[in-house]
């Protein structure tokens, strides 16, 4: 009885039911906008993360090729991921001048690409090797431009990959003596220490 009674008051109050059905058909909208601007960006994480874990299978895979087994752990940093690689044979995974890491990261980018809907950037460093390469080009920033400044010819480094001569730039960006450019194509893009005129 005490049902009927509600539904009876219910249907004699026309006013208060026409408002709550409305708050529910506006909830209802609101609920499904939400759900629309949220589904992309949890789609977009999915494919974020599943192309983090194809780089983690893959970097597994050619430490198997290359005889050794690699522990891959990823971490997500502010615009990228970093992967750090673990080996008992870690000079092996860095390669002379870094050559194998960086061509595995160069791989490891292109896979992310690819794979996901981000514009990541993704970062491979086994031990503290990429701090230790940022010591060194720093170091050699330095010294390369006590040269220029001496001689007052330009020095042409080495060709190094986008990150490491950004390193350089950055390095002697506040140098009042010495200006940088790079030049070259793809591989062979180096980075020219000149006199500043």
Known sequence: MHTAAVESAARTDDAPAS???RDEQELVMNEAAATATEA???KHAAANQAAVNVISAMLQAVGTDMGMQVTVQSTKVHGGVVFHLSSDHEAALIGRHGRTINSLQFLAQTV?????????????DVGDYRERRRATLQRLAAR?????????RPVYL???P???????HQALGDN??????????GDERSVIVSPRR
């Open 40 to 42: 992309p960006v949890s």
């Open 158 to 160: 080495d060709p190094m």
């Open 162 to 168: 986008a990150f490491e001569r950004k390193v350089i």
């Open 19 to 21: 408002t709550s059905h």
């Open 176 to 185: 009042p003596h010495v200006d940088t450019r790079s030049e070259g194509r």
């Open 144 to 152: 390369t431009a006590l040269e220029v400044v001496s001689t007052g």
């Open 112 to 124: 992310y690409d690819r794979q996901s809907r981000g514009k990541w950037i993704i970062t491979l």
